[in-house]
C-alpha cells in the first residue's frame, strides 16, 4: 500500500499545525463559530448531538495494521472504546473532547492518518473497490488512480469552497463493488481498443433528498489525462453549480438542468483550456505510485484446496470468502454486523485482533467497505481456519455477508442532529428476527437492507434491495419502504411502496415483504431484488397493505 | 520552507517577505493587502456590464456570477481586476481568478469582501494578489499562514510545482 514520502508527510504535518492554530484562535475568540465552521469540518470534525465527532480518512478504505491499531489506540484514550466504521471507508468516533484534539491528531500523523477533507464543501475521501488488488475480475489496481486523485484533491486551492460536498470514486471491474454510479463522478478503468488504459467517467449521480443514477460523460479518458479531465468537471461544478439552495447544489442538479450534452460540452470545452496547461502528474509518477501498490509476494506453493468439515467454518467461508486471482489465496470479509450489534462499530479490542491477524496473515493489510464491514483481501487459505477462529472468538465471524442481517445504517438519532428518527434500532429489530437461524438467512440470499434516519439518505436507503427512510410525522418516528434499489453495476434506484409505519411497524413490514419474495421466487437463486424487477411493486404492495 | 525560496524568484513576487510588504491597518478604510511592487490603481472600478458597453476603465470589478472569461479579448487594458466575495463560503472567485491568470493577464487581482485570512493561502495560489478585506486581518497570521506549506500536491497560478514535479525533477 502507499506510503508516505518526506513530501506527503510535511504537507499533513503542516495541515496538523494549521488546524491546531485554528483552533487556538477559536478557543481565544478571534474568530466566529461560523468562520470556525468550515475550517472544522474540512477537518472532519462535527458537533454532533451529545458531543463532538471526528471522522478519519482511510483514503480509499486501505489502511495497514498499524494504522488500525491506532484507531484502536484512539477508541481507547479519546473515545468510549469503540468506533464505527462508515459508508464512505472511513471511520468515525462519537464522544471526541475537543480539549484532546490537538493530541488525537498527532498520533492520527504518526501513522500517516488525518481527518482532512472527511466533511465540508470540498472534495471527500476518494472510495473504492475494497477487493482492489485481489479481485480476479479487475483489468488493474484502481487505488494508485485513487491515490493520484487524493493528492490531486488535498487542498485543492480552486476547489475547497464548492458548492457541496463532491464524492468520487474508482474501480477497475465490471462488477461494481463501490457504487460508482451514486458518486459525483464515478471512474471506471477500462480498456480502449487498442488496449491503452482509461476511464469511462460517470457524472452526477448520488442519493440524498434527490437521488439520480450518473449518466457518462466521457466513455474514455486516458489514464495520463483523468486528472486534467476531472480538473475540468470541477470547474464546471465550481462556476456554475447552484449556490441559491443548499438541496440543489450538488453536480447532479446542475448536470440534470443542463442536460447530459450540454454539460459534457461544457467539460470538453473546459478541459480543451485546461489539458494543454500540464496539470497531469507525468508517468513516471504513476509508475512510482503504482509500484507502490505491488503485488504481495505470493506463496506459490500454497495449496489451493479448504478443509471444509467444520460446518461453521464452511458456512463462513461460503459465504464472506471470495475468490482471490491467486490460486491458494482467498478474499475474507469481516462481518461487522453481529448479533444485537452496531452496524459498522468495532471495539478497541476488535481492531486489535484485526490488526494482529492482518499482520500474520494477511500483508498487514486491511480494507473498509462501504457496506460497513472488513476485508482481508490476501488470506493463504491454509490460514483461512485460524483466521476465522480468532475472528470467532471476537465475535467476528458472523457469516452473514450481504444476507438480510448485513443491514448499512446510519447513525440516526441516537447521534446525528440531522436525524428525524432514530435508525439503528430498526436494524436491529428487523436483524433480530432472522439472526439466530444462518440457514433461513442463507436460503433469502442477497438482500441488501438499507436504513437513513433522515432525508439526507446516508444509510443509501435508494439503493436498498429494502430501503427504509426515518421522517418525522408530527413529532413521531416514522418509517417509509421502499423497494428496488441497487448500487451495484446494474443500479437503479429504490421506489416508496406506500404509505409509512412506526417502529413496530416498519419491522412487520419488512416481515411480510420477505414471506411474500420467499413464496413468490422462481428458485432459490432468483434474488428479492430479480423478484421485485420480475413481478414489479403491485404484489409486494397486496402483500404489505392488502 | 525550500519550495517558497525557489518559488519567491520564479514569479517575481516575494511571499514570504509579507510581514514587510503590508502597511499596517489604515485608519478609516479597509486595509489593502498588496504583494505587488507596482503602485496600486486608485481609479474608479467599473462594475462588468458597464466595462464591457464602454470598456475605457482600467480597473473593473465582477460578482461571483459574472463570467471572467468575457473580460479576456480586453486584459491588455486592465490594470485591475477585482473579486467580489460577498460571502466567503461562495467559491467562485477562485476560478475567475485561476482562469485570468491562464489567459495570461499579468495585473493585479484583489479579492474584496469577505475574505478571511484561512483564505488567503488558497487565494494566492489561485492567482490573487492583492486583498482588501472587509474586516481587517491580522498581519502576523496572514505571514503565518502563507509560510505554512512547503509544499502543494496541485498545480495552479503561482508558479509553486507540485510535488510530482519535485519528486521526478
Known sequence: ?546 | MGNHDRVASADGQDQVAVGNAAAPPLDDTPALLRFRSDAPDDGPLSPLADFLADGNAAAVRLDPADDARSLIPHLGRLRLIEVAFPKFRDGRGYSAARMLREAGFTGEIRAAGDVLVDQIGFMRRVGFDSFAPAKPLDLSVVKLTLERYPYVYQKAADGLQPVWALRHG
Not at chain 1, 471526541?96 to 500517516?112: T, W
Not at chain 1, 496539470?279 to 513516471?284: E, N
Not at chain 1, 505491488?294 to 479448504?306: F, M
Request: charged fraction near 25%; aromatic fraction near 10%.
Open chain 1, 1 to 546: 500500500m502507499y506510503r508516505y514520502d518526506q513530501y506527503d508527510q510535511a504537507i499533513v504535518d503542516a495541515r496538523v499545525a494549521e488546524f491546531k492554530e485554528q483552533v487556538g484562535r477559536r478557543l481565544r475568540n478571534e474568530i466566529t463559530e461560523d468562520e470556525f465552521k468550515p475550517l472544522r469540518l474540512m477537518n472532519g470534525l462535527y458537533l454532533q448531538l451529545h458531543a463532538y465527532m471526528l471522522r478519519v480518512a482511510v483514503p480509499y478504505g486501505t489502511l495497514s495494521g498499524v494504522q488500525m491499531r491506532m484507531l484502536a489506540h484512539i477508541a481507547r484514550k479519546y473515545d468510549r472504546d469503540y468506533g464505527h466504521f462508515t459508508t464512505r471507508q472511513n471511520i468515525q468516533y462519537n464522544w471526541i473532547k475537543l480539549e484532546q484534539f490537538s493530541d488525537l491528531l498527532d498520533d492520527l500523523s504518526k501513522v500517516e492518518m488525518h481527518a482532512f477533507q472527511t466533511s465540508g464543501n470540498c472534495i471527500r475521501n476518494i472510495s473504492s473497490d475494497q477487493f482492489a488488488g485481489a479481485a480476479a475480475d479487475e483489468l488493474a489496481d484502481p487505488r494508485p488512480y485513487a491515490e493520484l486523485l487524493r493528492q490531486w484533491s488535498t487542498l485543492h486551492p480552486e476547489f475547497s469552497f464548492l458548492p457541496r460536498k463532491f464524492k468520487i470514486a474508482v474501480i477497475a471491474s465490471e462488477t461494481d463493488r463501490a457504487a460508482i454510479q451514486l458518486h459525483d463522478i464515478g471512474l471506471q478503468l477500462r480498456k480502449d481498443e487498442s488496449g491503452a488504459l482509461g476511464f469511462r467517467v460517470y457524472v452526477g449521480g448520488g442519493m440524498g433528498r434527490t437521488p439520480i443514477i450518473g449518466q457518462v460523460v466521457r466513455e474514455f479518458i486516458p489514464v495520463g489525462q483523468f486528472m486534467s479531465y476531472s480538473e475540468a468537471i470541477l470547474r464546471v461544478y465550481n462556476r456554475y453549480g447552484r449556490r441559491d439552495n443548499i438541496y440543489k447544489a450538488r453536480i447532479k442538479i446542475l448536470v440534470n438542468e443542463l442536460g447530459i450534452v450540454e454539460f459534457t460540452r461544457q467539460v470538453e470545452a473546459e478541459w480543451a483550456l485546461l489539458e494543454p496547461l500540464g496539470l497531469d502528474a507525468p508517468k513516471a509518477e504513476y509508475d512510482r505510485i503504482i509500484a507502490q501498490f505491488a503485488e504481495p509476494t505470493y506463496d506459490l506453493a500454497a495449496p489451493d484446496t479448504l478443509d471444509l468439515s467444520d460446518p461453521d467454518f464452511a458456512a463462513w467461508v461460503s459465504q464472506n470468502v471470495h475468490a482471490h486471482k491467486q490460486p491458494g489465496y482467498a478474499i475474507a470479509t469481516i462481518s461487522l454486523k453481529p448479533k444485537a450489534g452496531i452496524p459498522g462499530d468495532a471495539s478497541s479490542a476488535q481492531m486489535d485482533v484485526i490488526a494482529d491477524l492482518a499482520k500474520k496473515y494477511a500483508q498487514d493489510e486491511i480494507r473498509v467497505t462501504h457496506s460497513q464491514n472488513l476485508v482481508l483481501a490476501h488470506v493463504r487459505k491454509a490460514d483461512l481456519y485460524a483466521v476465522w477462529q480468532a475472528l470467532d472468538a471476537a465475535d467476528l465471524a458472523t457469516p452473514n455477508l450481504d444476507l438480510v442481517t448485513d443491514i448499512i445504517v446510519c447513525p440516526g438519532m441516537d447521534y446525528c442532529t440531522l436525524a428525524n428518527a432514530r435508525s439503528i434500532p430498526i436494524a436491529q429489530k428487523i436483524a433480530a428476527k432472522f439472526e439466530n437461524d444462518i440457514e433461513q438467512q442463507r436460503d433469502l440470499g442477497e438482500l441488501k437492507i438499507k436504513v437513513s434516519g433522515c432525508i439526507n439518505g446516508c444509510g443509501h436507503h435508494h439503493a436498498g434491495h429494502i430501503g427504509i427512510l426515518g421522517v418525522d410525522k408530527k413529532g413521531e418516528e416514522a418509517y417509509q419502504l421502499l423497494l428496488g434499489g441497487s448500487g451495484a453495476e446494474d443500479a437503479s434506484l429504490a421506489k416508496i411502496l406506500g404509505p409509512g409505519f412506526d417502529a413496530e411497524g416498519i419491522v412487520g413490514a419488512v416481515d411480510k415483504l420477505i414471506a411474500f419474495y420467499r413464496s413468490a421466487r422462481t428458485n432459490p437463486s432468483e434474488r428479492f431484488l430479480d423478484t421485485y424487477r420480475r413481478l414489479g411493486a403491485a404484489p409486494f404492495k397486496e402483500a404489505v397493505y392488502g
